[in-house]
């Protein structure tokens, strides 16, 4: 299909944001966005517009039932100057995933990565040259019939926003405080945990909200059965470096598969460090680490590439990770990932895709 492209005229642009460090996570929005309508059996009308308001009636059914899903990639900018993806067309396979799983619609995958390629073309200078900034890009799918009534609904909206950023926690690159959730869960199997479904985050909200009163960055969640095998973070796949050893969960269902979390399983292998993907328990977790075993934690995802752990909170009960730092192995994933994503590195992997 044809991209329509409609450009903002030059004296409503925005104001260009100068200092990376400071851009904050989430906050600032470039000029233009893509947009595709779904009606009448098909998506339709794919397009390039200004940036703006959406219009959505009062009952449509995203607001009722939570049908949407959503994406997270990150284009970067090369000592060269050129922009770079990170291994996208594996988003939008992950973006179709979700779509099944939440009764939305299939789409054209090579459609969206063009139509995110075209828009780039357009507003990539918003990339920041920070070493520390990227442009993050969050594409979407809302339910926009009007109807109310439990069922998939019979009309969608697609778009795809883009906005520069900084580091995703406040520390960057520095080992951040994890509570240990005793409690709440955040997927059951059959449920929603291997998807980026709004719904599956607007549950995690209240738990994640209690620990940031205790002063801690992020939740470890547990299985939803038994409370006592490690899952993920909210933002992160977490993994552990027990007697050298990279272990983290296996993906079984209430997991998401992150990108980054693929990626530092091949870095792994190929710098020969040893990775098990196993289940593990909070209990063997605190065991190795109050014996010396567990020497490193660190989490995985798009939006922080790599977060070192240095404390975990299980149940009142302080837990120091190694040093309290940076771990070794942390060290070399951080910066192959990112030598890799910021073209300090060569890609000796075709994960980078120039979008011209």
């Known amino acids: 299909m044809e991209i329509l492209i409609r450009r903002q005229l030059p004296k409503h642009l925005k104001p260009r944001p100068s200092d990376g460090a400071a851009l904050g996570f989430g906050d600032i929005y470039t000029d233009h966005m893509f947009k595709m309508d779904y009606f009448d059996g098909a998506w339709r009308n794919p397009r390039i517009e200004p940036y703006g308001p959406l219009m959505l009636e009062p009952s449509a059914m995203v607001l009722h039932y939570s049908q949407t899903i959503f994406e997270g990639l990150k284009c970067y900018r090369h000592p060269d100057g050129r922009l770079a993806l990170f291994r996208p067309r594996d988003n939008f396979r992950r973006f179709s995933t979700s779509a099944e799983r939440m009764a939305i619609p299939p789409f054209d995958e090579a459609l969206l990565l063009r139509a995110l390629k075209e828009l780039l073309k357009i507003d990539g200078s918003w990339t920041p040259a920070h070493p520390e900034a990227s442009l993050y890009i969050r594409p979407t799918v809302i339910a926009t019939e009007p109807h109310l009534g439990v069922r998939p609904a019979k009309e969608y909206l697609l778009f795809i926003i883009l906005g520069p950023v900084g580091p995703y926690y406040p520390e960057g690159f520095a080992p951040v405080r994890i509570y240990v959730e005793p409690f709440y869960t955040r997927a059951a199997p059959g449920g929603l945990g291997a998807v980026k479904a709004g719904a599956s985050y607007a549950g995690s909200l209240l738990a994640t909200e209690l620990a940031s009163r205790k002063g801690y960055t992020q939740l470890l969640w547990l299985d939803a059965i038994s409370h006592r095998f490690v899952e993920e973070v909210g933002s992160m796949n977490m993994c552990f470096v027990i007697d050298g050893t990279i272990v983290t969960a296996p993906l079984t269902g209430t997991i998401l598969p992150g990108i980054t979390r693929s990626s530092v ?13 196993r289940a593990i328990t909070v209990e063997e977790l605190l065991e190795t680490q109050k014996n010396g075993r567990l020497s490193e934690c660190f989490g995985s995802g798009t939006a922080c590439v790599i977060s070192p752990v240095g404390e975990l ?31 300090a590195r060569p890609d000796s992997r075709g994960w980078v895709e120039y979008v011209a």
């Open 265 to 277: 399983l091949t870095v792994a292998k190929d710098l020969g460090i040893k990775a098990e993907e």
């Open 313 to 343: 909170c299980y149940k009142s009960e302080v837990f120091r990770i190694g040093n309290g730092g940076i771990g070794e192995i942390t060290q070399k994933l951080y910066d192959e990932l990112v030598g890799v994503q910021y073209g």
